[in-house]
């Protein structure tokens, strides 16, 4: 089964850099699609953006200009880092799988990884 | 793109059924078969609960289903149960790459 755990700093400063890490075990790294979202405290869920296999990536666009999401596939790990932030950012942090059961369809984020929460602060 | 609109809140006594609403666009839920709901308790990560619209992962039960209309995707939850009280969540292809969710609906069991 595979399993997903998100890793990095709690506590970020305004302006400053969030990096996180999801760790993949249990299973294939390879072969699918891969997701970080977040969710504010109290709010709801906002999908920030995805990498392929391939490192194919796709940002949502309010946040595209500040987010990179990268692969480390002799790690069997994928990144994110959220540039310039501010308070708003604050959000538990989820990195998930999406189920693709063919190349070309997707259907979905079966599997998630426990959250992190990040707070930004001074 | 807007997030897709859920209701806030719903509630239902033990062994009803509730259905809740995702309304979005001809630009995503109308357009895709990618319609996925997610269960989440507090404190805890959300759960894949149904798929393509109404298809569910291996392990939920068959009382939750899903159905789309047009623009409208909804969840179904039959002979509910104090377990089933959650928040959840609507998520739907919007086209090139993008992914929408709902705003989340709070279910009270009564």
């Known amino acids: 089964q595979v399993r997903l755990q998100e890793s990095g700093p709690r506590l970020v400063k305004p302006s400053e850099t969030l990096s996180l890490t999801c760790t993949v075990s249990?299973?294939?790294?390879?072969?699918?699609?891969w997701s970080w979202i977040r969710q504010p405290p109290g709010k709801g869920l906002e999908l920030i953006g995805h990498i392929s296999y391939t490192g194919n990536t796709k940002y949502t666009p309010s946040l595209a200009s500040r987010v990179i999401i990268s692969l480390d596939t002799s790690k069997n790990q994928f990144s994110l880092k959220l540039s310039s932030v501010t308070a708003a950012d604050t959000a538990v942090y989820y990195c998930a799988k999406f189920y693709c059961p063919s190349s070309s369809n997707c259907y979905g984020l079966d599997i998630w990884g426990q959250g992190t929460l990040v707070t930004v602060s001074s | 793109q807007s997030a897709l609109t859920q209701p806030a809140s719903v509630s239902g006594s033990p062994g009803q059924s509730i259905t809740i609403s995702c309304t979005g666009t001809s630009s995503d839920v109308g357009n895709y078969n990618f319609v996925s709901w997610y269960q989440q308790h507090p404190g805890k990560a959300p759960k894949f609960m149904v798929y393509g619209v109404n298809e569910r992962p291996s392990g939920v039960s068959n009382r939750f289903s899903g159905s789309k209309s047009g623009n409208t995707a909804s969840l179904t939850i039959s002979g509910l149960q104090a377990e089933d009280e959650a928040h959840y969540y609507c998520c739907s292809y919007a086209g090139s790459g993008l992914w929408l969710f709902g705003g989340g609906t709070k279910l009270t069991v009564l």
């Open positions: 249990g299973g294939s790294f390879t072969n699918e699609y």
